[in-house]
């Protein structure tokens, strides 16, 4: 099983909703877990550490190669490592909130087996394209998605999100978009709109 963080619910209830965090490249399970102090008290949260090292310190969920490529073994094998993971958790409301390149392993999660998780917070991501004839874009009715993005990241550009986003109007999914005018990273305004999402979620 993947190593990881955990916070139980502050306020337990009965539906347990839980939150599972995946964090970006070079990031580990610290990365993310901070806000969680931020979250609905109701929440139970994990925080996952991706499987591989990756040279520059930290850990990666798969290899990216410098044409902007994906080991697709490295890729498929941590994808069916999280599915392992949620598959141990006992909750009628499950959330995925990943950063970057845990955004992009929320979107092939949600979007391929979207019965699995009630939503999923997509920061500084994309949906991977190799992955589109796999996205059940018409089974999506369940699914909710906040999706937030820097206009001004150099990591990832607008454009990847904006494309994204292209993609999910085609679909059946409740999506709330938010660009911010900021770079790679979860800023304070990002914060409050997340804060607003999970509250009408949970509802």
């Not at 937030?148 to 990832?156: E, Q, R, W």
Request: contains cysteine.
């Amino acid at each position: 099983m993947l190593q990881h963080l955990h916070a139980p619910a502050q306020q337990p209830s009965e539906n347990n909703p839980t939150v599972i965090m995946l964090h970006g490249r070079g990031a580990d399970e610290h990365d993310l877990f901070g806000i969680k102090k931020y979250f609905d008290p109701r929440l139970t949260v994990y925080s996952l550490r991706a499987p591989y090292e990756f040279d520059w310190g930290g850990y990666t969920w798969f290899q990216l190669f410098d044409d902007g490529t994906v080991d697709e073994e490295s890729f498929l094998k941590s994808k069916n490592e999280i599915l392992s993971f949620m598959s141990t958790i006992q909750t009628k409301q499950l959330f995925l909130l990943g950063f970057s390149m845990g955004a992009i392993m929320s979107y092939a999660i949600a979007l391929t087996q979207p019965k699995l998780c009630k939503g999923i917070l997509a920061l500084s991501g994309f949906a991977p394209l190799q992955l589109e004839k796999e996205y059940r874009l018409n089974d999506l009715d369940t699914l909710s998605i906040f999706i937030s993005h820097g206009t001004n990241d150099p990591v990832i550009p607008i454009t990847s999100a904006r494309k994204t986003k292209e993609l999910l109007d085609k679909s059946n999914a409740l999506i709330t978009y938010k660009e911010y005018p900021f770079g790679h990273q979860i800023g304070e305004q990002c914060l409050i709109d997340m804060i607003a999402w999970f509250k009408s979620a949970l509802r």
